[in-house]
Each structure stands twice: as structure tokens, then as C-alpha cells.
């Protein structure tokens, strides 16, 4: 009896041994640097000519936070008619996600956000070390090393 109670316990603990190291890996695999770069056409709002092209640059953070992962965001641009540079897109119409914890579901592979007020998903492609927003796989976020 007192066997049995002993290989009842040594197996609980190999199972809870192995669960932890899945989530640790799916933890760690998850968190870095994931980038996206696009161009665009700027037209005058007024005239609808060409004005020039601009340079997107969107990041996501994933890294540790929590109970799950901090995921925050930031846009760059870059147009190709002025001298002013990269400049931030925070107070942009397409300004950045707003930075949130999130929590990983291994069944649809994503992080979803723990806070009501912001209904973002990410899905993670670990294999292929990219990332998306939503539901949609049509505009990859390539992890950077």
C-alpha cells in the first residue's frame, strides 16, 4: 500500500514536472521582438495627387508580465518628401496598440488580452517565428534575432 502510494505520488509529480516545462516553453518561445515594414502612397487630402511614399515601421513586444506576457507596440514613420526623419506614430490615426497583459491559449495559439477594454488577439506561429494581429494571416510580424 505504501508502494503504491509512493509511485502514485512520484507519477503526479512527473506529470506536473512536464506540464510545467511546456508552459515554459511556450512562455519562452512566445516573448521577443516582432517586426513588420510596409510602404504606402501619401496623397493630398485636398487634390488627391501623389505626394510622395511613407515607410512603416510596426513593432510588437512580447515579453514576460504577470500572470502571461506584456504586449505593447510602437509605429515609426519615415516619408520620403520632408527631412524630418523617423518619427513616432503615437498621436497618429493609426497610433499603436495600447500596451496590455495577456494571457496564452495553446489551443488557438494566441495571446489574448486579460483587460476588457482592449480586445486584441495575437496568434503566434512559433514554428515559423511569426506573429499576427487577429485572426487574419495576411500581414506577418517576422520575430527578430
Known amino acids: 500500500m505504501t508502494l503504491r502510494l509512493i509511485l502514485i505520488c512520484a507519477g503526479a509529480l512527473g506529470v506536473v514536472s512536464c506540464s510545467t516545462k ?3 516553453h511556450n512562455f519562452d518561445s512566445a516573448t521577443g521582438v516582432y517586426v513588420r515594414e510596409y510602404s504606402l ?3 493630398n487630402p485636398e ?3 501623389k505626394i510622395g511614399m511613407r515607410q512603416v515601421r510596426d513593432s510588437i513586444f512580447v ?3 504577470g500572470d502571461g506576457y506584456q504586449v505593447s507596440n510602437s509605429k515609426w514613420r519615415m516619408n520620403d ?3 524630418e526623419g523617423w518619427v513616432s506614430m503615437a498621436h497618429a490615426d493609426d497610433r499603436p496598440l495600447p500596451t496590455f497583459i495577456a494571457s496564452y491559449d495553446a489551443h488557438t495559439r494566441s495571446l489574448n ?3 476588457p477594454n482592449v480586445s486584441q488577439t495575437i496568434v503566434l506561429d512559433a514554428k515559423n517565428e511569426k506573429l499576427y494581429k487577429g485572426a487574419q494571416n495576411d500581414k506577418p510580424y517576422i520575430k527578430v534575432r
Request: net charge negative.
Open 22 to 24: 511546456e508552459s515554459k
Open 41 to 43: 502612397d501619401v496623397t
Open 63 to 65: 515579453k514576460p508580465g
Open 81 to 83: 518628401y520632408d527631412n
Open 113 to 115: 488580452s486579460n483587460n
Open 47 to 49: 487634390t488627391g495627387q
